[in-house]
């Protein structure tokens, strides 16, 4: 421990980045970094972001990716607190919001197994931040009186129950994590009839690499392969994708097709 962080007293920080574009951190958020002694951040982070920390601050990063675990979760608990407790005040930078699939509230009670106080700063979850960047509400008078917000797959990686369940309401539902099964939710959806609901593939939301296909069920799977999308990327089943501009040019087209 330095001789400036010896007075320091632990405590830690959940802070959500966001959905990618470093403009849409909270201010409480930006106030958080620039009071930073160390920065634990994952790979849906945008390395921007960082720049609001001290330059004297300690940045370290842990990973968290399908596909690129990096870092086992018990790992990065342990990281957590040792750098709280030799250096202060840990930011926790997570992609999205902490709470939602980001596993936040696990960090949080291990820290507090620790007695070391957290703080919880949210962050915009991409499950709302990125539909509504593309002009899609995930609710709206007339056409979706809720939504659900899934993982695509669980830790036993399969597919949701909650899949097969949301796609027989007329909720809007939103997907996380759930490209590679692609597939499968598709036939999901198909099963209880909604061939032709409107679908919209999200990847890279909100940052300058983001792509967006607006199809329907029955042709999402095409068009996903057609255009080379790559996780990460987010699922939107629902009569709200109708609302996106494009969307009355890609029915005209499979029309014609027909």
Sequence with gaps: MTEQNINKEPKITLLGA????P????????????????????ALTNEALLEHAPQSAIKVYVGKRSGEHSYPQDTI???????????????????????????GYEELDYAASYSIPVSVIPGISSSIGVP???????THRGLSESFWVITGTTTS?????????????????????GLKKLDR?????????????????IQNGSSEEEKLIISTVENIRK?????????????????????HPSFKNIVKQYATIA
């Design 185 to 201: 939710i598709v036939e999901i959806f198909k099963t209880a009839g909604k061939r032709n609901l409107p679908a919209a593939v």
């Design 77 to 103: 608990n342990k990281l957590m607190i040792d750098y709280a407790l030799n250096y202060g005040h840990v930011v926790r930078l997570k992609g999205g919001d902490p709470f939602v699939f980001g596993r």
């Design 23 to 42: 403009d849409l951190l909270t201010l409480k958020g930006v106030k958080a970094l620039q009071a930073a002694d160390v920065v634990l951040y994952d």
């Design 132 to 138: 509504g960047l593309q002009q899609i509400p995930v």
């Design 223 to 243: 068009e996903v392969i057609q255009e080379n999308i790559k996780a990460p990327a987010l699922l939107i089943f629902g009569e709200v994708v109708s609302l």
């Design 157 to 177: 990686g399969e597919v949701s129950n909650d899949i097969y369940q949301a796609a027989h309401s007329n909720a809007t539902v939103v997907v996380l994590m």
């Design 18 to 21: 966001g959905p990618g574009d």
